[in-house]
T-cell receptor, first 114, second 111 residues
Framework: EAGVAQSPRYKIIEKRQSVAFWCNPI?????LYWYQQILGQGPKLLIQ????????DSQLPKDRFSAERLKGVDSTLKIQPAKLEDSAVYLC????????????FGPGTRLTVT | GESVGLHLPTLSVQEGDNSIINCAYS??????FIWYKQESGKGPQFIID?????DKRQGQRVTVLLNKTVKHLSLQIAATQPGDSAVYFC??????????FGAGTTVTVRA
């Protein structure tokens, strides 16, 4: 079974620039999550989708972050404009459904904002 | 803020010895806990889980203990191997679906 795919793996941008991350979940997984993991900390949930609808985006900084999952499969997370404090690893995870506790994580995208 | 946390940020263990990683949580309403392992450059990987109606659960070389009285859980790894070197996170389920992670313990296995 193929795992969660993410791209790019690494990205370096200057502050105030824009960046987008892509995620392809495990086939058949209805629920998709985006996490932010700052160095030395545990992942923090940014947004959760159930199919193409948002279940929870309470911790997403909506003034600069946006995410979509238009066809209920792939998802993109965008930051515009980026700030220095956005430097982190952005992890995508998927699970069969909301309430299915076992989440499968992708390798993440390491973002460095200079 | 985070409701789970780990007692020690780092743990160094001799290969072949047993490892014990501790975690304290504050949300007494949490009814499900998970341990994750994260290797360098990879996403977290599920290790083992435990429900709040259990005190102990065993997997392959791993055991999770839950003490609800003091709101503490631990992960025990038997016969630690070099491949066990990683960051270990405890996480709890809140609001029926949301994973809340602690800060992590970095385990280094000495040859």
């Amino acid at each position: 079974e193929a795992g969660v795919a993410q791209s790019p793996r690494y990205k370096i941008i200057e502050k105030r620039q824009s960046v987008a991350f892509w995620c392809n979940p495990i086939s058949g997984h209805a629920t998709l999550y985006w996490y932010q993991q700052i160095l030395g900390q545990g992942p923090k949930l940014l947004i959760q989708f159930q199919n193409n609808g948002v279940v929870d985006d309470s911790q997403l900084p909506k003034d600069r972050f946006s995410a979509e999952r238009l066809k209920g499969v792939d998802s993109t997370l965008k930051i515009q404009p980026a700030k220095l404090e956005d430097s982190a690893v952005y992890l995508c995870a998927s699970s069969l459904r909301t309430g299915s506790y076992e989440q499968y994580f992708g390798p993440g995208t390491r973002l460095t904002v200079t | 803020g985070e409701s789970v946390g780990l007692h020690l940020p780092t743990l160094s263990v001799q290969e072949g010895d047993n490892s014990i990683i501790n975690c304290a949580y504050s949300n007494s309403a949490s009814d499900y806990f998970i341990w994750y392992k994260q290797e360098s450059g990879k996403g977290p990987q599920f290790i083992i889980d435990i429900r709040s109606n259990m005190d102990k659960r065993q997997g392959q070389r791993v055991t999770v203990l839950l003490n609800k009285t003091v709101k503490h859980l631990s992960l025990q790894i038997a016969a630690t191997q070099p491949g066990d070197s990683a960051v270990y996170f405890c996480a709890e389920i809140v609001n029926d679906y949301k994973l809340s992670f602690g800060a992590g313990t970095t385990v280094t296995v000495r040859a």
